[in-house]
């Protein structure tokens, strides 16, 4: 018998965290049953609409786009507790519908959202046409309704609904999950629906795909509420949400069948297909004068042509005309003219552009048009790398601009098009593995530490080295053998394996894209819906990237280039000495840039920074940007074996040997090694007779690895290279040689507009030393770590950083002379309002002459300073040179009476918030008389208040409200020291070994001392040097009584420590101390070791070995493993036996391990002490 039936209320994994089904599940569940039709109604989004039309064609089955709307009842307009929503859902018919939807579904993020995303009535009666509305579930309107006795308003409501609708296409809604108010409910809408005539229809509102995922979607529920699996007072998944059977639907609602034909009878109203018309171009408007877009880029391109080359020659005019003629094959003459309007209008307002990013450096006519600004025959770069005219797709010009003024191009493009016309994109965050996994662990309570060891055990899991198996929870699992093993164990194991593996994958959280933004020929909300997020202020595509051109919008990256802004900045101040200097017109092979590279002196240097890439410059030795644009493009995951080749040909290009003579142009440039993309693509050209298209679609496909498509490839390639004249032997080998450079080899183009740029700055860094680093420190302002570095590389290049000064700091950090000035913005507290205040009133009058000079001229300007930030200025020195003979101590004394005196006089309130200089008259011109400073002062309790900065008060200032020292270094008196004992360099703990043993010198700030959970005491501190800071951890080995009061009394102080680095991956290093070092009281300049061993154990001489005592009931899977680790991490010489159940149990000698004498002071031994670990003895020979 057949049981004719649609399901209409369905969940995805976009009713995010509340749904657990993938759309294609969705699909293929229906298909499989025999369904005609499935609808999607997720709450509140649109999200997964075009994913899961997608799916439903490729199984066979119509898609019905709806969605779960929320509708308030008040109006989208009132955010009040008793007009929050109700429930709804609508299903579109055809593009009118679904026109509205995405309208309605917009609206509701943007204008609507209170908790949920909601319409209302104002809306729906605007905006209903082509839409079917049903009453939904329980949350519905008329369903609140009913079952709370309103059952005239219910009628009210469900005739207004079918008037708007239109007769046949608003449904009333029953379920049966098992919930009391249902029966109540269903008995009520089929006697409102014989009553008023409207059709009724049976649904069920599905959250997961079968009966047995209802634990699987409650665990994805609490993931969302934040909640434990075992609470009680929670959120909970519903009974029966499940994907039933039609004859399980007719089981429930036999007594009323006509609800469950009705189903199908709506699905056979919807014959939407979301149209997917791949990307429209914006409506570009070209001058009268020009009959269409391509003519119009023609004209442009030939007159950049111009002022790019003193001569243009046939060649280029031969390529510019081929590249014009395919752009026009492939209509896009309309896109390269948005982007060149874009980009011209950015140049022409002072804003820098990168000189190229991607593949597109490769376009002589992106070059005539400006676009970027590398030379592509100069460099020899592709055109079909960027646009293959053998494979249309859409061209992708990812564009950098100056990262403090790329709002302003997004902003002229928004004014350009309409605002409604252009929008952000959406991204979707997934559960990946270790996040699933950690996720699952959380809700069924599983204690963090074997949560930890359990990620962390993902990361040691080895797969197969072909590549045929991905990581995820599944294959972990089944290759790791230590979570093999605790899955094999059952109970919460297995659940958390089993739940992770099903929801890996799901979306769980959404974003913003950070740079894209799409552009559409007509309104955005035609093509896709929109949504407003919160986070970035936004408004965004609720479709993702991948999407959104099938839809017709097209895309654009906007990307913010904090080098550009240094740049600019460092040009700035040299135009300021050299007003001709321009950046664009530096010489190519300057002597002195080239020095600096092979020097490695790199440090501030864009993408050729890092320390690897400094040692790999001096062995490389460049001279010339064909040089920087190989290293930038070798120094990277996979081609970087190739590095050593590339030198050792460069030393000795005369011995350099090439495959076959006609390669050899192509792979001179660097040094017989295969480096880009493009040169995989011109070998098959020369050698195999491709065209460059047909070399693009090659090197795709080798970059996939498709075996079908690589065989395909291979035998075009082999008969290509016979009917040039080679041997199919040799044909067959290079095409293997080529294989996986066509994997590892990068895109030159990017490389060469990316090295250009890493040549203008070490142009800079090379000549103009101070300026360039000045650019640097205020661009790493608000970045710590980076901050101090780049001080630190200051000095060591002998340019002197002069502490801020009130008549000669500007905002950001400025160079005259060599001399670096600080800048105002650099100090803690004082806003960018504040500093640019104290500019103007300055310019007013050339230059302040006195601390009240200052006070008296900014009240006179009407400047707005609180006593807070004047206290601020004063404590970082900025007084110092106009005050000389007044400390710092004095005028912070007299400050407050020096404002107070302004304030009396201007009749002011003493609000400390409030603007002190905020006058109405003329100050008065009363002199102000300076008060003596005492020395100290008795409050009210009779305790000392002392008023004269100590050095070391004076230091700590400089330091929290400049980020550095300026006149000194508490750990100056410890320099010598400091440098013959110092292992390990604070300015840089990358790549560190976490089995060394370091010795670290520095002030001892922030100490915190805690309890354990265990009852044993820790404490954290920061120690810093000259360099940089660290983190340090004492465990409880170390916190004796009486290391716990002389710590205490270190905070401020120089101390010593000895230990090993906690590296855990995703966050920073940490030293756990290991010994302690004091000053010694009678020569502060010495810091020796601690008179008490902190280190000495009870009854240790000489040990041999190591007895390690396990409590029997404590060991498991995870504890085992996680000693296993600690143990792992130990690299000493004293072997180890473990005991199961004290002395006289079971004795298991470890071979493979020795620890070291110190072990029990790693913090993973230490945290399974009294857990696992008894008690250990170390076995001595006396």
Same mark, same amino acid.
């Given at each position: 018998?057949?049981?004719?039936?649609?399901?209409?209320?369905?969940?995805?994994?976009?009713?995010?965290?509340?749904?657990?089904?993938?759309?294609?599940?969705?699909?293929?569940?229906?298909?499989?049953?025999?369904?005609?039709?499935?609808?999607?109604?997720?709450?509140?989004?649109?999200?997964?609409?075009?994913?899961?039309?997608?799916?439903?064609?490729?199984?066979?089955?119509?898609?019905?786009?709806?969605?779960?709307?929320?509708?308030?009842?008040?109006?989208?307009?009132?955010?009040?507790?008793?007009?929050?929503?109700?429930?709804?859902?609508?299903?579109?018919?055809?593009?009118?519908?679904?026109?509205?939807?995405?309208?309605?579904?917009?609206?509701?993020?943007?204008?609507?959202?209170?908790?949920?995303?909601?319409?209302?009535?104002?809306?729906?009666?605007?905006?209903?046409?082509?839409?079917?509305?049903?009453?939904?579930?329980?949350?519905?309107?008329?369903?609140?309704?009913?079952?709370?006795?309103?059952?005239?308003?219910?009628?009210?409501?469900?005739?207004?609904?079918?008037?708007?609708?239109?007769?046949?296409?608003?449904?009333?809604?029953?379920?049966?999950?098992?919930?009391?108010?249902?029966?109540?409910?269903?008995?009520?809408?089929?006697?409102?629906?014989?009553?008023?005539?409207?059709?009724?229809?049976?649904?069920?509102?599905?959250?997961?795909?079968?009966?047995?995922?209802?634990?699987?979607?409650?665990?994805?529920?609490?993931?969302?509420?934040?909640?434990?699996?075992?609470?009680?007072?929670?959120?909970?998944?519903?009974?029966?949400?499940?994907?039933?059977?039609?004859?399980?639907?007719?089981?429930?609602?036999?007594?009323?069948?006509?609800?469950?034909?009705?189903?199908?009878?709506?699905?056979?109203?919807?014959?939407?297909?979301?149209?997917?018309?791949?990307?429209?171009?914006?409506?570009?408007?070209?001058?009268?004068?020009?009959?269409?877009?391509?003519?119009?880029?023609?004209?442009?391109?030939?007159?950049?042509?111009?002022?790019?080359?003193?001569?243009?020659?046939?060649?280029?005019?031969?390529?510019?005309?081929?590249?014009?003629?395919?752009?026009?094959?492939?209509?896009?003459?309309?896109? $390269?003219?948005?982007?060149?309007?874009?980009?011209?209008?950015?140049?022409?307002?002072?804003?820098?552009?990168?000189?190229?990013?991607?593949?597109?450096?490769?376009?002589?006519?992106?070059?005539?048009?400006?676009?970027?600004?590398?030379?592509?025959?100069?460099?020899?770069?592709?055109?079909?790398?960027?646009?293959?005219?053998?494979?249309?797709?859409?061209?992708?010009?990812?564009?950098?601009?100056?990262?403090?003024?790329?709002?302003?191009?997004?902003?002229?493009?928004?004014?350009?098009?309409?605002?409604?016309?252009?929008?952000?994109?959406?991204?979707?965050?997934?559960?990946?593995?270790?996040?699933?996994?950690?996720?699952?662990?959380?809700?069924?309570?599983?204690?963090?530490?074997?949560?930890?060891?359990?990620?962390?055990?993902?990361?040691?899991?080895?797969?197969?080295?072909?590549?045929?198996?991905?990581?995820?929870?599944?294959?972990?699992?089944?290759?790791?053998?230590?979570?093999?093993?605790?899955?094999?164990?059952?109970?919460?194991?297995?659940?958390?394996?089993?739940?992770?593996?099903?929801?890996?994958?799901?979306?769980?959280?959404?974003?913003?894209?950070?740079?894209?933004?799409?552009?559409?020929?007509?309104?955005?909300?035609?093509?896709?819906?929109?949504?407003?997020?919160?986070?970035?202020?936004?408004?965004?595509?609720?479709?993702?990237?991948?999407?959104?051109?099938?839809?017709?919008?097209?895309?654009?990256? $906007?990307?913010?280039?904090?080098?550009?802004?240094?740049?600019?900045?460092?040009?700035?101040?040299?135009?300021?000495?050299?007003?001709?200097?321009?950046?664009?017109?530096?010489?190519?092979?300057?002597?002195?840039?080239?020095?600096?590279?092979?020097?490695?002196?790199?440090?501030?240097?864009?993408?050729?920074?890092?320390?690897?890439?400094?040692?790999?410059?001096?062995?490389?030795?460049?001279?010339?940007?064909?040089?920087?644009?190989?290293?930038?493009?070798?120094?990277?995951?996979?081609?970087?074996?190739?590095?050593?080749?590339?030198?050792?040909?460069?030393?000795?290009?005369?011995?350099?040997?090439?495959?076959?003579?006609?390669?050899?142009?192509?792979?001179?440039?660097?040094?017989?090694?295969?480096?880009?993309?493009?040169?995989?693509?011109?070998?098959?050209?020369?050698?195999?007779?491709?065209?460059?298209?047909?070399?693009?679609?090659?090197?795709?496909?080798?970059?996939?690895?498709?075996?079908?498509?690589?065989?395909?490839?291979?035998?075009?390639?082999?008969?290509?290279?016979?009917?040039?004249?080679?041997?199919?032997?040799?044909?067959?080998?290079?095409?293997?040689?080529?294989?996986?450079?066509?994997?590892?080899?990068?895109?030159?183009?990017?490389?060469?507009?990316?090295?250009?740029?890493?040549?203008?700055?070490?142009?800079?860094?090379?000549?103009?030393?101070?300026?360039?680093?000045?650019?640097?420190?205020?661009?790493?302002?608000?970045?710590?770590?980076?901050?101090?570095?780049?001080?630190?590389?200051?000095?060591?290049?002998?340019?002197?950083?002069?502490?801020?000064?009130?008549?000669?700091?500007?905002?950001?950090?400025?160079?005259?002379?060599?001399?670096?000035?600080?800048?105002?913005?650099?100090?803690?507290?004082?806003?960018?309002?504040?500093?640019?205040?104290?500019?103007?009133?300055?310019?007013?009058?050339?230059?302040?002459?006195?601390?009240?000079?200052?006070?008296?001229?900014?009240?006179?300007?009407?400047?707005?300073?609180?006593?807070?930030?004047?206290?601020?200025?004063?404590?970082?020195?900025?007084?110092?040179?106009?005050?000389?003979?007044?400390?710092?101590?004095?005028?912070?004394?007299?400050?407050?009476?020096?404002?107070?005196?302004?304030?009396?006089?201007?009749?002011?309130?003493?609000?400390?918030?409030?603007?002190?200089?905020?006058?109405?008259?003329?100050?008065?011109?009363?002199?102000?008389?300076?008060?003596?400073?005492?020395?100290?002062?008795?409050?009210?309790?009779?305790?000392?208040?002392?008023?004269?900065?100590?050095?070391?008060?004076?230091?700590?200032?400089?330091?929290?409200?400049?980020?550095?020292?300026?006149?000194?270094?508490?750990?100056?008196?410890?320099?010598?020291?400091?440098?013959?004992?110092?292992?390990?360099?604070?300015?840089?703990?990358?790549?560190?070994?976490?089995?060394?043993?370091?010795?670290?010198?520095?002030?001892?700030?922030?100490?915190?001392?805690?309890?354990?959970?265990?009852?044993?005491?820790?404490?954290?501190?920061?120690?810093?040097?000259?360099?940089?800071?660290?983190?340090?951890?004492?465990?409880?080995?170390?916190?004796?009584?009486?290391?716990?009061?002389?710590?205490?009394?270190?905070?401020?102080?120089?101390?010593?420590?000895?230990?090993?680095?906690?590296?855990?991956?995703?966050?920073?290093?940490?030293?756990?101390?290991?010994?302690?070092?004091?000053?010694?009281?009678?020569?502060?300049?010495?810091?020796?070791?601690?008179?008490?061993?902190?280190?000495?154990?009870?009854?240790?001489?000489?040990?041999?070995?190591?007895?390690?005592?396990?409590?029997?009931?404590?060991?498991?899977?995870?504890?085992?493993?996680?000693?296993?680790?600690?143990?792992?991490?130990?690299?000493?010489?004293?072997?180890?036996?473990?005991?199961?159940?004290?002395?006289?149990?079971?004795?298991?000698?470890?071979?493979?391990?020795?620890?070291?004498?110190?072990?029990?002071?790693?913090?993973?031994?230490?945290?399974?002490?009294?857990?696992?670990?008894?008690?250990?003895?170390?076995?001595?020979?006396?």
């Amino acid at each position: 018998m057949e049981y004719p039936f649609v399901h209409l209320h369905n969940h995805s994994e976009f009713s995010l965290l509340d749904g657990s089904i993938r759309v294609e599940d969705l699909a293929k569940k229906a298909a499989s049953l025999g369904m005609p039709a499935i609808a999607l109604t997720d709450h509140g989004n649109m999200f997964g609409a075009l994913y899961f039309q997608k799916a439903c064609q490729k199984v066979g089955i119509k898609p019905i786009i709806g969605c779960e709307v929320y509708i308030a009842p008040k109006g989208r307009h009132i955010r009040s507790k008793d007009n929050r929503y109700y429930h709804m859902c609508l299903f579109c018919m055809n593009e009118t519908g679904y026109k509205n939807l995405l309208y309605l579904t917009s609206q509701a993020s943007i204008d609507g959202f209170y908790h949920r995303p909601r319409i209302d009535d104002e809306l729906l009666q605007a905006h209903h046409e082509g839409l079917i509305c049903s009453s939904a579930c329980l949350g519905g309107e008329i369903a609140q309704h009913l079952i709370n006795n309103r059952y005239e308003i219910a009628k009210e409501r469900a005739l207004f609904y079918r008037d708007l609708f239109g007769e046949g296409n608003f449904y009333l809604e029953i379920q049966h999950h098992g919930y009391p108010e249902e029966d109540l409910n269903r008995k009520l809408m089929i006697q409102l629906s014989q009553e008023t005539g409207i059709p009724i229809i049976a649904t069920n509102d599905i959250h997961y795909l079968e009966q047995e995922d209802k634990e699987t979607n409650d665990i994805l529920i609490c993931i969302g509420t934040q909640r434990k699996f075992h609470e009680t007072n929670r959120m909970m998944a519903a009974d029966n949400c499940y994907f039933r059977t039609a004859e399980e639907m007719y089981a429930l609602f036999h007594d009323i069948p006509e609800a469950l034909a009705n189903t199908v009878e709506l699905a056979n109203k919807c014959h939407l297909v979301i149209p997917e018309s791949g990307p429209v171009l914006p409506h570009y408007e070209i001058p009268d004068t020009f009959n269409n877009p391509t003519e119009y880029l023609r004209h442009l391109v030939h007159k950049g042509l111009k002022d790019r080359y003193s001569e243009v020659t046939q060649e280029i005019l031969d390529r510019a005309e081929f590249e014009i003629q395919t752009i026009d094959t492939m209509h896009f003459s309309g896109y $390269f003219l948005i982007v060149w309007d874009f980009i011209d209008w950015a140049r022409k307002a002072n804003i820098s552009v990168g000189p190229g990013r991607g593949s597109g450096a490769g376009s002589i006519v992106a070059y005539a048009l400006k676009i970027t600004d590398v030379d592509p025959l100069k460099y020899n770069l592709l055109f079909e790398r960027f646009l293959n005219p053998e494979r249309i797709s859409m061209p992708d010009f990812d564009i950098d601009f100056n990262d403090e003024r790329r709002d302003e191009v997004i902003e002229y493009v928004t004014q350009k098009y309409g605002s409604d016309h252009v929008a952000g994109i959406t991204t979707f965050g997934t559960l990946a593995t270790k996040a699933a996994l950690k996720d699952v662990a959380r809700v069924l309570d599983i204690p963090f530490n074997e949560s930890l060891q359990i990620t962390k055990a993902i990361d040691e899991t080895i797969l197969p080295d072909d590549g045929s198996v991905k990581l995820s929870v599944a294959s972990a699992r089944q290759y790791n053998p230590f979570l093999k093993g605790l899955y094999n164990k059952g109970d919460n194991y297995a659940k958390l394996f089993d739940v992770a593996a099903k929801i890996e994958g799901l979306t769980r959280n959404i974003g913003t894209h950070a740079c894209g933004k799409v552009i559409g020929r007509s309104p955005v909300v035609d093509y896709v819906p929109l949504i407003f997020d919160q986070k970035s202020n936004s408004i965004n595509t609720a479709f993702e990237s991948k999407i959104i051109e099938d839809c017709g919008l097209v895309k654009m990256d $906007f990307l913010g280039l904090k080098t550009l802004s240094i740049i600019d900045n460092t040009v700035a101040m040299i135009q300021k000495v050299h007003p001709e200097f321009s950046i664009n017109t530096i010489p190519e092979d300057d002597a002195l840039t080239f020095k600096l590279f092979c020097e490695g002196k790199t440090h501030s240097i864009f993408q050729f920074e890092s320390e690897g890439m400094q040692k790999i410059l001096k062995d490389a030795q460049p001279n010339s940007i064909e040089d920087l644009i190989a290293l930038n493009a070798l120094y990277r995951p996979g081609p970087m074996q190739f590095i050593p080749e590339f030198i050792k040909g460069k030393r000795s290009p005369n011995r350099v040997k090439y495959f076959h003579s006609s390669l050899k142009e192509i792979l001179k440039p660097t040094y017989g090694v295969i480096v880009y993309q493009e040169q995989v693509m011109q070998v098959a050209q020369v050698y195999a007779g491709y065209s460059l298209g047909g070399a693009d679609l090659l090197r795709r496909a080798m970059g996939k690895k498709k075996k079908e498509e690589m065989d395909k490839q291979e035998q075009i390639f082999i008969e290509g290279a016979v009917a040039n004249g080679h041997s199919k032997e040799s044909a067959a080998e290079l095409f293997q040689i080529l294989l996986p450079f066509a994997g590892y080899g990068f895109n030159k183009s990017h490389a060469a507009a990316y090295s250009i740029l890493a040549y203008q700055t070490a142009y800079l860094k090379a000549h103009f030393p101070a300026e360039f680093m000045a650019a640097n420190l205020s661009n790493d302002m608000n970045a710590p770590k980076a901050f101090l570095k780049c001080i630190d590389e200051t000095r060591s290049m002998g340019i002197s950083i002069q502490p801020p000064e009130i008549n000669h700091s500007h905002e950001h950090f400025t160079a005259e002379d060599n001399v670096i000035y600080y800048g105002l913005l650099g100090i803690k507290g004082l806003g960018e309002t504040a500093a640019a205040d104290i500019i103007k009133a300055r310019s007013k009058v050339g230059r302040f002459t006195s601390f009240l000079h200052f006070l008296e001229t900014m009240a006179k300007e009407k400047y707005t300073l609180n006593k807070r930030v004047i206290e601020t200025l004063i404590l970082a020195g900025l007084f110092d040179q106009i005050e000389p003979n007044r400390s710092r101590s004095f005028l912070r004394y007299n400050h407050t009476f020096a404002i107070d005196w302004a304030i009396k006089l201007n009749n002011m309130d003493d609000d400390p918030n409030q603007s002190l200089f905020d006058f109405t008259e003329e100050l008065s011109h009363t002199p102000f008389q300076y008060i003596e400073m005492p020395e100290w002062e008795e409050d009210e309790h009779g305790s000392r208040i002392h008023h004269q900065l100590t050095t070391e008060e004076t230091l700590a200032f400089e330091h929290d409200i400049l980020g550095f020292y300026v006149s000194g270094h508490p750990l100056e008196p410890y320099r010598q020291e400091w440098k013959s004992k110092q292992s390990l360099n604070l300015l840089d703990l990358d790549n560190l070994n976490k089995t060394s043993i370091y010795t670290v010198i520095g002030i001892m700030k922030h100490l915190q001392v805690r309890p354990t959970k265990k009852g044993s005491l820790m404490a954290s501190a920061t120690l810093e040097d000259f360099n940089g800071s660290i983190t340090i951890v004492f465990f409880s080995k170390i916190l004796t009584d009486t290391n716990n009061s002389l710590l205490r009394t270190r905070e401020g102080k120089a101390i010593g420590v000895q230990g090993k680095l906690e590296l855990d991956r995703g966050s920073d290093p940490q030293l756990i101390v290991e010994n302690l070092f004091l000053p010694e009281e009678n020569d502060p300049s010495v810091i020796t070791k601690d008179d008490h061993d902190i280190t000495t154990d009870q009854g240790r001489n000489q040990p041999q070995a190591v007895n390690m005592f396990l409590l029997e009931q404590a060991i498991n899977e995870v504890s085992l493993h996680a000693l296993k680790i600690a143990l792992n991490r130990q690299k000493g010489t004293l072997p180890v036996t473990l005991f199961i159940g004290g002395k006289d149990g079971c004795a298991i000698p470890l071979s493979d391990i020795a620890l070291s004498e110190t072990f029990f002071l790693d913090p993973q031994i230490i945290d399974l002490k009294k857990s696992l670990i008894e008690n250990w003895e170390f076995v001595a020979t006396c």
